[in-house]
C-alpha cells in the first residue's frame, strides 16, 4: 500500500518550512508509526525456545538452591538481584 505525499515550496517559503510541512503530512498519514511498527517489530518466541528457557530457569533456581543449603551463600541473599557463580 503505497502513500504519496506531495509538498510544493510556496512564495517565500524557505526550506525548512517546507520540510516541516512534509514531516507533519507523514506524521498525519500515519506513516512514520507504520514505519516504526515494521523495524522494530520482535519475532514471536517459538515454543521451543520457550520451553529451553524455562528449562534454565528451573536448573539456575535449583543451583541456587543448593547453593544456599550448602552455606556458600546467605539466606538473605534471596530474592535481591545479585550476580553469582558456581
Known amino acids: 500500500m503505497a502513500t504519496n505525499i506531495q509538498v510544493e515550496k510556496t512564495g517565500t517559503e524557505n526550506t525548512s518550512a517546507v520540510l516541516r510541512k512534509f514531516t507533519q503530512r507523514m506524521r498525519s498519514a500515519g506513516i512514520v508509526q507504520k514505519m516504526r511498527k515494521i523495524r522494530y ?44 557463580r558456581k
Open 41 to 84: 517489530r520482535s519475532r514471536p518466541v517459538s515454543k521451543n525456545m520457550q520451553r529451553a528457557t524455562a528449562l534454565r530457569k528451573i536448573e539456575r533456581r535449583g543451583d541456587f538452591e543448593q547453593l544456599i543449603k550448602e552455606g556458600k551463600l546467605s539466606d538473605s541473599v534471596r530474592g535481591k538481584r545479585v550476580k553469582w
